[in-house]
């Protein structure tokens, strides 16, 4: 389907997310990080290249409206940061006003529309680390937040809500792909050496190309991904 996909729209570049199978990054040109979405897209724009990018519309349409580039977005969503409701974070931002507002662009555009900070998980964390706010309304997943008491912990942290006021988990931002990944499973990896994945060679030599592509780009213009406090990202108003 996402073939058929691309194949409609032969004049644009193909631009993927680095969370897609090696099937869908064969099929594209560039993947992208979050923290390098931004400079890579602006810098296909400033070629005059047209874009088709996947899977996230969220994230699309916030790399849209940052660069004015000519994007079409496929219609795909995280389901994590895809719960996140704007109105509900209104109401959690009124009874918290010193609360600085930190979301990943993967969500909603009335959550993006309210953040402080935009921002990929790195740079998230590195806002409250080095922010000066006494407390932080964070949209991600939930198991940042742990790292984050770690590192940060004097400052006060407030799960973003997921759902309304008559719900039984007012927050329930769990990645139940994410959570398959324990500390017991990483050690039998690592005793065992396995268990091996084998990509076949024209997925992986396809993928391969459009990954090292990205990372060409960020050998070539590494001050592309310099940003003021450590890598975030200051949002300038509603996206």
């Known amino acids: 389907e996402f073939a058929a996909f691309c194949d409609a729209h032969p004049d644009r570049e193909v631009v993927v997310y680095a969370n897609t199978s090696a099937a869908v990054k064969a099929r594209a040109d560039w993947m992208v990080t979050s923290s ?15 874009i088709l990018w996947a899977p996230d519309r969220h994230l699309g349409r916030y790399i849209q409206e940052q660069t004015g580039a000519d994007m ?11 719960e996140f ?3 509900e974070l209104s109401l959690l931002r009124q009874k918290h006003p010193q609360a600085q507002v930190l979301v990943h662009p993967e969500s909603p555009a009335a959550v993006v529309a309210q953040a402080d900070v935009v921002g990929s998980t790195s740079q998230l964390l590195q806002a409250v680390i ?3 706010a006494p407390e932080y309304i964070v949209a991600t997943d939930n198991g940042l937040m742990h790292r984050m008491r770690q590192l940060a912990g004097d400052k006060v942290l407030i799960e973003a ?3 309304g006021q008559s719900a039984t988990c007012k927050s329930c931002a769990h990645c139940p792909w994410m959570a398959m990944n324990g500390l017991e499973n990483l050690v039998h990896c690592l005793q065992t050496q396995g268990p091996e994945i084998q990509v076949p060679d024209p997925i992986r030599h396809g993928a391969v190309q459009c990954i090292e ?22 949002h300038q108003g509603a996206a």
Not at 72 to 82: E, F, R, T
């Open 36 to 50: 390098c979405a931004l400079p890579i897209v602006a810098h296909l724009k400033s070629l005059g290249r047209k």
């Open 72 to 82: 079409l977005c496929w219609s795909g969503a995280c389901i994590v940061h895809d």
């Open 85 to 87: 409701k704007g109105t």
């Open 130 to 132: 080095h922010g000066d």
């Open 161 to 163: 809500p997921t759902a």
């Open 213 to 234: 592509r990205m990372l060409d780009f960020v050998r070539q213009h590494p001050q592309t991904l310099t940003r003021k406090v450590e890598g975030f990202v200051p």
